[in-house]
């Protein structure tokens, strides 16, 4: 069984990657960009070739699914790079293909904000794709980079759906009855994504969380076993958003970059600005089997339990990641 | 019998690409920067996917030696893709691999002026190679970007060869015996290059031409049966600086960028500015055809024809364009 976590923003370090081998994780979904624009965003691929050249016995750069099975044998972690925002691409759909080249896999159309492409989670009015964010899906759909709708409006994601001729992702996020959070998402978005080939990741990240950091690995559990029966189990997989060993200026980055002077905070609050504590049973990496063997618990069949643990991601890899046929 | 020529800056177009194809040429080396910054450079590696994409049947994109025998057997040409002054990378050597991915394959440590890294043949004190240059190369070697010393100075190119740790080459110039120019290089030059398994590419620019463009066919392929009796027919190849239908501000690009209010005639003068006419032979690239028959005349060996038409720089890709092993 394939363990893919496909939304990390960890701390980076040796210590993050043993953990990823120690918890058998084969292929991780990093994100490189937050509000970055083309050049920081490049500097942020250099800083992964220094720890590909640095933990080679760890870690190696992904840029297909056959990577997820190169690090397999050879007891690593394939990393796979993509952006929360389109910022990398600023307003140059060039880019999109040069992105891809240098690996990006995952690029969200909007970060809780309006984008160039598409209206984000927190604004007050969705507007949908944009004219440059049709232009753009249709580029990402020709070289191979997945459209990734999870801090994206619903009227933006549903249209994205549409618009887009291949599947595309929420890559972390929670079913919004499960827990209303504002970045969860409601069943009509979830199935616009999963009906037309997408899946959904789902995410660890307290705030998105029924009960939060006291959230119980059963309830986590029976929720992807409820959005099983509703979407198809095939169209389900993780995206932990773990940002281990963050300082909380990086969730003030995340949540602010430079496009507000006051200070925004997002699904936190002015008493509980930074990250919340993860649950118990989802510390990091290791913490994989702990969900598997609670899958198996409340009676999902060994068959979804390794759909959901990774090979649903392996899948949706072998058939997004390269050009169009 | 592969004909690849390893260096041409002509201003793109179908009709070029078509005599590409008229001229069976399975690669070329193409010039994307001479002082264009990181950000520039994209432009142009975007503006060559655009191409790759409006004419899928003349060209495709080369990465690597078996790209050439992809391209053959499409009936396409393979284009490579290479900087003549190391302004891309600026003063980040992270943006080495940074480049690679993108696809370049041959970086010239200078272009005729001092760089970050080393001399260029018009200055007048030759330092050698610099201290960013000495990791440079080494990041070089690394990833497999070939290190190019046509516009450097003696000294430099001479300890380039030393200090590289893969072999090094001379894309496109001409032995300084058979034609004094300044950009044509001295047997010893050639021969630091060449005993440390790296190539020359004989430049078809008639400033580098003996009776610049009245050169004969036959003086020529005289001078490289010279060279091959010198330095080894294995170590030679083409690389024709072919600089079709450019306008003459294009020349001036190449000679003052931006670093001078001044204008400098290079090669030329104030009475003749501009891009010299080509030999009557050799015109344009359906012309590699006369070379390889002129080659044959004056008594090269078939094997050596071959070799230098193209089977020397494709072993050449096939060793140096990957990760050190």
Known sequence: MRIIDNLQYANWSEKIFRQMRAGGVDAVHVTIAYHENFRETVL??????RWFETYPDLIMKGLTAEDVDRARASNRTAIFFGFQNPSP?????????????LGARFMQLSYNNQSLLATGCYE??????????????????????????SHSADRSTIEAAEISTRPITITHANPYEWQPALRNKRPEVIKAVTEAGGMIGFSLYPHHLKDKSACTLESFCQMIAE???????QHLGLG?????????????WMRVGRWSKAIDYGEGSASAPGFPPM???FQ????????????RKIGMSELEVAGIMGENWY???QENFGAKA
């Open 44 to 49: 942020n691929f250099e800083q992964w070739n």
């Open 89 to 101: 691409i600023e307003d140059d759909i060039g880019l999109v293909e040069i992105v891809h080249s």
């Open 124 to 149: 007050a009015e969705d507007s949908g794709i944009t004219r440059m964010g049709r232009q753009v899906i249709g580029e990402m759909n020709r070289v191979g980079l997945v459209v990734d709708m």
């Open 227 to 233: 959005a099983a029966a509703r979407y198809g189990a």
């Open 240 to 252: 932990s958003d773990l940002c281990q060993d963050q300082p909380d200026r990086v969730v003030e």
């Open 279 to 281: 649950p118990s049973w």
């Open 284 to 295: 990091d990496n290791r913490d994989f089997g702990n969900i598997a063997e609670g899958l």
């Open 315 to 317: 899948r949706f890899y």
